[in-house]
């Protein structure tokens, strides 16, 4: 190779192609070429590409949107219906309660009146047995008293009461 070709001078610094005014019609001529096909490869292969995922990417976020609006307002919907039903199911058990609680006073109450009446009868009839018996027994210690007492009136006086004097001694006996 030669050394004007190189374009440098023995002695001679070559000068930096960039800044070498004999090169600049080769670099604009390739720097015209190269941003012609970049500016093509961007503007209709990379841009529309970029462009339609973006498109897809914004239509899939809108779409989710929409189903998560939905689906937010489903959910509340079934959480109103669960509410509800919840507090029916509060309301009909709070009735049964209070109808089951009624129906036990009731009962208990008639339970407690048929007792007082089995129970005020049986003690009538055992009052009235008492009594009887109390009678019977009266009459009886009553019997035995004269009795007793006719016994001391004879050992005391050696002679037998008579019936009236038997009869005033045990009269406060038989009440």
Do not use: C
């Not at 019609?25 to 500016?39: K, R």
């Not at 919840?86 to 209070?98: G, K, M, P, S």
């Amino acid at each position: 190779m030669t050394e004007a070709a190189h374009g440098a001078v023995e002695g001679a610094k070559a000068a930096f192609p960039p800044f070498d005014t004999s090169l600049f019609s080769h670099q604009v001529f390739w720097f015209a070429i190269s941003f012609g096909a970049l500016y093509l490869l961007l503007a209709f292969v990379i841009l529309p590409r970029i462009g339609t995922t973006l498109a897809q990417r914004k239509d899939a976020i809108d779409a989710d949107l929409k189903l998560a609006a939905t689906e937010t307002e489903a959910a509340q919907d079934a959480k109103q219906s669960a509410e509800k039903a919840q507090n029916e199911a509060r309301a009909n058990a709070r009735q049964t309660l209070e109808t089951m609680r009624k129906n036990i006073l009731d009962e208990s109450t008639k339970a407690q009146a048929e007792a007082a009446a089995v129970s005020a009868a049986s003690i009538g009839e055992a009052e009235i047995a008492i009594a009887k018996q109390k009678t019977k027994a009266i009459e009886g210690i009553s019997s035995e008293v004269s009795a007793i007492a006719s016994d001391i009136y004879e050992q005391l006086l050696g002679k037998a009461p008579s019936a009236a004097t038997v009869s005033a001694a045990t009269k406060g006996m038989s009440k």
